[in-house]
């Protein structure tokens, strides 16, 4: 059943100044690593690797920051969110000065590794504090809003990135990329630790926390089930678009873009109001639906269609399982119920990416986006199992 939701006149205030610390550290940081996206491919290029070398290339950030985020988790638990966001941090600032002196393909995906390490750092930290900064009647408002910092960062950061490599070459956009990670860096500095008192910087000799949330599985199978469909998107939209002559896959980024943002701003109130899981399902039906129009595309229109119902569906889901995870959490495993609920994010993405492309030369895009949509399709009912069963 949904749960009620605390009566507004009770509840302390969401959008206080280190809430708006904490939404400025996530827009600059995930700028610091969209402003990447761009240049990356065409630096390993130039770099002397080959085509399927940018793939490994790209995906050695992902692989570290999957495997990382549990143990982070615990740490965040253990020692505070305020180090990990400091370190993670740091690690992006590091990072983006050392690609010009990663000249071999060896060398950058050893710096991918130690890349993907600093999101793993600062993302679980963030989305824990987050959730220590949120009251618990303003937790979906808190996951809403927050979001579309990251989600302006998505629209605005990659276009800046090519305009700076066009004009001025790799060395700008690294040094772009550094200096976004320092005004992150400023304002974690300025917001401190958030982890309520004595839930932080335990004793040696206290319980080490799990590795994995056991209140996080649930909605952490259900997001899983859901995000195979970003993956299939990210990694085939290009080649679809191609194909089919759909023009540039960026209208479908920008459309989507817009449709999260609109979708927060209304589901993360509803959350709170009107209970948890309430928009659950309209946003898993949204991406199903998305993945089944964006396999009969055959015009701009139509992969525009798809952008708008895959970004409102997204925006609709996001917030309502953020604060669910966080609801069902005990508050000294916050960090580990958000890290694993980052890391079923992480899961989907990479199998969506990975598993559907043996359809391509076997149906075609149609039938790999088809396939894409099932997944999603099928975490409607888990999800209304779960909710009959009290998950």
Do not use: K
Not at 197 to 221: D, Q, Y
């Amino acid at each position: 059943m949904s749960q009620p939701a605390v009566a507004p006149s009770a509840a302390p205030r969401l959008l206080t100044v280190r809430f708006a610390l904490t939404c400025a550290a996530i827009f600059f940081l995930f700028g610091s690593f969209f402003l990447l996206m761009p240049a990356i491919p065409l630096y390993v290029l130039e770099a002397g690797g080959s085509e399927g070398e940018v793939g490994l290339v790209v995906g050695a950030f992902s692989v570290s920051s999957l495997l990382l985020r549990p143990p982070v988790g615990r740490g965040v638990d253990r020692r505070g969110r305020w180090p990990f966001l400091l370190a993670g941090c740091l690690v992006f600032v590091a990072s983006s000065l050392l690609y010009p002196a990663a000249r071999t393909v060896p060398r950058l995906v050893l710096l991918r590794v130690v890349h993907g390490a600093g999101i793993a750092c600062f993302s679980t930290a963030a989305n824990t504090s987050l959730a220590d900064l949120a009251p618990p009647s303003g937790r979906g408002r808190a996951m809403g809003y927050s979001g579309m910092f990251l989600n302006l960062s998505v629209a605005l950061a990659p276009a800046l990135g090519a305009l700076l490599l066009q004009a001025r070459g790799f060395l700008s956009v690294f040094l772009a990329a550094a200096g976004s990670a320092v005004v992150a860096l400023v304002c974690s500095a300025l917001l401190g630790e958030t982890a309520p008192a004595g839930e932080a910087a335990r004793p040696e000799g206290a319980a080490r926390g799990p590795l994995v949330s056991r209140p996080a599985l649930f909605p952490s199978a259900v997001l899983l089930l859901s995000t195979t469909t970003y993956g299939a998107v990210v990694t085939f939209l290009p080649l679809l678009a191609a194909e089919r002559r759909l023009g540039s896959p960026g209208l479908f980024f920008a459309v989507y873009a817009a449709g999260v943002i609109a979708a927060r701003l209304v589901a993360g109130p509803a959350s709170d109001r009107l209970g948890r899981g309430v928009t659950t399902p309209p946003g898993l039906l949204g991406m199903a639906l998305a993945m089944a129009v964006l396999a009969a595309a055959g015009s701009r229109a139509g992969m525009a269609l798809a952008a708008a119902l895959y970004g409102l569906g997204l925006g609709a889901l996001l917030p309502d399982i953020q604060a669910l995870t966080v609801d069902r959490a005990p508050g000294p495993e916050r960090g580990a119920a958000m890290a694993t609920l980052s890391s079923a994010f992480d899961l989907g993405i990479a199998l969506g990416a990975g598993c559907l492309g043996w359809l391509l030369p076997r149906g075609g895009f149609g039938l790999l986006f088809c396939a894409a949509g099932l997944p999603a399709a099928a975490a409607l009912p888990l999800f209304a199992l779960g909710r009959r069963r009290g998950l």
